[in-house]
């Protein structure tokens, strides 16, 4: 009696043991896809805040040299270098026309000598903040020498220009080597840049 499955080979399936997939690439390519998120978003942080101090430098620069050009016209305005309407009716000499009031600018203080507050503090002369526009008796640049008005600065609420504004000091000193008493004028202008927020105050003292 034969076998009927003699001579056949039967083929068993092999079967491998592959192992068990957790998901750790993907917890991996998440995690660098995170990183990667976080460091674009430092990089973009830090080149905005470059930027801005960029930006805020060249302001300062701005309201720095509208200061200086003021300070410069108060050194014109004392020398009575003007033309026409724009001079001043009395000319600056010694103190004539200075006062503890600082009409037209003018400021000195005989007794006690010297103001308690500094003017370019005192709210009544014009110099802060809140008077930038300003009102009397500080002067704007050019009214007293005819300077052109300044480009690129901040605007008021008209629309206007903010040009820089000074106020100047008298008092009198005995430089070493001299015979007598000389006036000395301390010249302090505060200036915005292109943004109102942007100012600053330059002072000076100057000798003719």
Known sequence: MFHLLSGINIMKPILYNLPY??????ITGLIFLVILTLLGITAM??????????????DRNVAFQAGDTALRD????????????????????????????????????AYPPGFTTPVWKD????????????EAPSVEYGAKTSGAKIE???????????????LIEVFRKWPPG??????YYRITTRAVGGNITTQVLLQE????
């Open 21 to 26: 997939q957790h998901g750790a690439a993907l």
């Open 45 to 58: 942080r830090t080149s905005t805040l470059e930027e801005r101090i960029a930006g805020n430098t060249r």
């Open 74 to 109: 108060g050194e014109r305005d004392i020398m009575n270098i003007c033309e026409g309407s724009y001079c001043r009716a009395v000319s600056i000499s010694g103190r004539t026309g200075f006062d503890e009031n600082c009409t037209n600018g003018l400021c000195y203080k």
């Open 123 to 134: 709210n009544a002369f014009g110099l802060n903040k809140g008077q930038m526009a300003g």
């Open 152 to 166: 690129g600065l901040a605007q008021d609420s008209d629309g206007n220009l903010i040009q820089p504004r000074y």
């Open 178 to 183: 001299e015979s007598n008493w000389r006036d």
């Open 205 to 208: 003292v100057f000798l003719p």
